[in-house]
């Protein structure tokens, strides 16, 4: 084996590390991309049985955007197991408890149930802000591009720029501003 | 950037170069002025005066070729999202109420899109500046789920069923 293939090989099968801004994103829609990542399925080499994963850095899942009014429609089960265990949490409650969970679940769910889901699990790391461990941030040599573009608010625009853009409307005659 | 805003603003700029007029402030026939209130304390008297000012929209508006000879945004041809804050912005009050449809001179279809997209761009709090004096400014300040982000789409507003939509098929085909 020459130095070339040797490098090759080691490079075809290294971990990459990607970074993904969920700021204004839907979790559900972008668990689908990043699904894609933590399995390998955008790698020529997939194969279920070989071990080709990425890792995933999810930051600020806590700006996640939902639809509408999924914040308050949504609801997360669970069972402890005993009688009376069931709670039904609405999506804003979990949030509330956890920024995390609600990115983590999304990913989980969109994953097939067998035995390898666990260990791709743990190759996704999600941060509620951009605060990020050195140790991981220093890994990271790639990032996944967002799905929907970030709403910019209008008092985040300069006075000028907003006095200076093309007008569709002018006021009546004689209107009184207010 | 928002995609209708960036073709307003294209549609803009080339309008103003085919002209190569530069637009000016000074009018021979009649300007259009509109009124501001001022309000001042002199002593124990406190006076309110309504002054003539010229529009400050004025250099800024965008010509339309009334070819449909519907409104500016149907004869723009313009998409508006609810993101579009800079366009959504126009047709509001500075408390943050939607204009009338007298002085949007909207047709009856935009007026009612612009004003649920004015609604969905306030309930994700893209406009904190324009709202009542007494409300909560940064969005994340609000109470329970309104804390979040929230987004929305725009193919849940319906047209505007017409009367004359029978008559006229200008109206519904849009
Ligand atoms: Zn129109």
Request: hydrophobic share 30%; with cysteine.
């Given at each position: 084996m020459t130095a070339y293939k040797r490098v090759q090989q080691w490079n075809t099968f290294a971990r990459v590390w990607h970074l993904y801004d969920a700021t204004w994103q839907n979790p559900f829609e972008s668990a689908q991309r990043i699904m894609k990542y933590l399995k390998g399925l955008h790698k020529p080499i997939y194969h279920p049985l070989n071990d080709c994963g990425d890792h995933v850095v999810v930051i600020n899942s806590g700006e996640i955007a939902l639809l509408?009014?999924?914040?308050?429609?949504?609801?997360?089960?669970?069972?402890?197991?005993?009688?009376?265990?069931?709670?039904?949490?609405?999506?804003?409650?979990?949030?509330?408890?956890?920024?995390?969970?609600?990115?983590?679940?999304?990913?989980?769910?969109?994953?097939?149930?067998?035995?390898?889901?666990?260990?791709?699990?743990?190759?996704?790391?999600?941060?509620?802000d951009d605060d990020v461990p050195e140790k991981i941030k220093q890994n990271i040599t790639n990032q996944i591009r967002q799905l929907r573009p970030v709403p910019k608010r209008l008092?985040?625009?300069?006075?000028?720029?907003?006095?200076?853009?093309?007008?569709?409307?002018?006021?009546?005659k004689n209107y009184i501003l207010r | 950037m928002i995609l209708g805003a960036l073709k307003l603003w294209q549609r803009y700029t080339c309008l103003s170069v085919a002209m190569c007029v530069p637009r000016q402030n000074v009018h021979l026939?009649?300007?259009?002025m509109i009124k501001e209130i001022h309000e001042?304390?002199?002593?124990?008297?406190?006076?309110f005066q309504g002054v003539n000012i010229l529009s400050p929209r004025e250099p800024y508006l965008v010509k339309t070729d009334d070819s449909r000879g519907c409104c500016t945004i149907c004869s723009l041809g313009l998409d508006v999202k609810h993101t579009d804050v800079l366009i959504l912005s126009q047709f509001l009050r500075s408390d943050g109420c939607m204009?009338?449809?007298?002085?949007?001179?909207?047709?009856?279809?935009?007026?009612?899109?612009?004003?649920?997209?004015?609604?969905?761009?306030?309930?994700?709090?893209?406009?904190?500046?324009?709202?009542?004096?007494?409300?909560?400014?940064?969005?994340?300040?609000?109470y329970k789920w309104k804390k979040y982000n929230t987004y929305f789409d725009e193919s849940t507003i319906k047209d505007v069923?017409?009367?004359?939509?029978?008559?006229?098929?200008a109206s519904t085909q849009m």
């Open positions: 509408g009014d999924e914040w308050r429609k949504r609801v997360y089960f669970h069972h402890t197991g005993y009688p009376g265990g069931a709670t039904w949490t609405l999506a804003w409650e979990l949030h509330d408890k956890d920024p995390t969970m609600i990115m983590k679940k999304a990913v989980y769910n969109v994953m097939d149930g067998n035995l390898q889901r666990r260990y791709t699990m743990q190759r996704l790391h999600i941060y509620p008092d985040r625009y300069a006075p000028e720029e907003v006095q200076r853009f093309p007008k569709v409307m002018d006021w009546p | 026939s009649c300007a259009k001042s304390q002199e002593g124990n008297v406190r006076i204009l009338p449809r007298r002085v949007t001179g909207l047709c009856r279809n935009q007026q009612k899109r612009m004003s649920k997209m004015v609604a969905m761009a306030q309930k994700a709090g893209l406009m904190p500046n324009i709202a009542p004096p007494k409300s909560k400014m940064d969005p994340k300040r609000r069923r017409s009367i004359t939509s029978g008559k006229k098929g």
